[in-house]
T-cell receptor, first 111, second 115 residues
């Protein structure tokens, strides 16, 4: 079974401070990991995926297979980063090739 | 490109009534998903379609929920009869192929309140 855990429901940081949103996963094979974001009154949208090794809006995430983690980081948070963030996992075969989401972390960036 | 369209945006019904939600995915997206998102939780997959066939409906409460994707395009999710615990946002998503590596495109969802 595949499982995603986001231990923090709420996270507040000040503008300009570093931010890290934690994500741990459980999957027996080699998963594909994603971060999705939902800004206020907007639909859920893809932020980044580990296979792309990209930085989007200053956010990065590194897959650590040893620790089964995929934490989302940004060195200097901005107020417009305030949103709900979901970590998601996709298996790589059969019915596992579907997204399983964590429960989400509400990030608030304070002025 | 046009996004994933869902309707209605909001629905309030009494328990034991029936309700239906509609989804129109992005043109050319073969895979369509219905997710249920209860307040305070992440989205949970209900059913996955590949074209007009069901790939996975293991988490769909089949005694009350049903879904179809006729002609491999639009999809309808129905609840009959509804229970209080069905109150949630129902999200439709589509992707070019199965698996998450291309990313899913989500609709804006239908917020269902069962009273």
């Amino acid at each position: 079974a595949q499982r995603v855990t986001q231990p923090e429901k709420l996270l507040s940081v000040f503008k300009g401070a570093p931010v890290e949103l934690k994500c741990n996963y459980s999957y027996s094979g080699s998963p594909e990991l994603f971060w999705y974001v939902q800004y206020s009154r907007q639909r859920l949208q893809l932020l980044l995926r580990h296979i792309s090794r990209e930085s989007i809006k200053g956010f990065t995430a590194d897959l650590n297979k040893g620790e089964t983690s995929f934490h989302l980081k940004k060195p200097f948070a901005q107020e417009e980063d305030s949103a709900m963030y979901y970590c998601a996992l996709s298996g790589t075969s059969g019915s596992a090739r579907q997204l399983t989401f964590g429960s989400g972390t509400q990030l608030t960036v304070l002025p | 490109e046009a996004g994933v369209a869902q309707s209605p945006r909001y629905k309030i019904i009494e328990k034991r009534q029936s309700v239906a939600f509609w989804c129109n995915p992005i043109s050319g997206h073969a895979t369509l998903y219905w997710y249920q998102q209860i307040l305070g939780q992440g989205p949970k997959l209900l059913i996955q379609f590949q074209n007009n066939g069901v790939v996975d409906d293991s988490q769909l409460p089949k005694d009350r929920f049903s879904a179809e994707r006729l002609k491999g395009v639009d999809s309808t999710l129905k609840i009959q009869p509804a229970k209080l615990e069905d109150s949630a946002v129902y999200l439709c998503a589509s992707s070019f192929s199965s698996g998450g590596n291309y990313g899913y495109t989500f609709g804006s969802g239908t917020r269902l309140t069962v009273v």
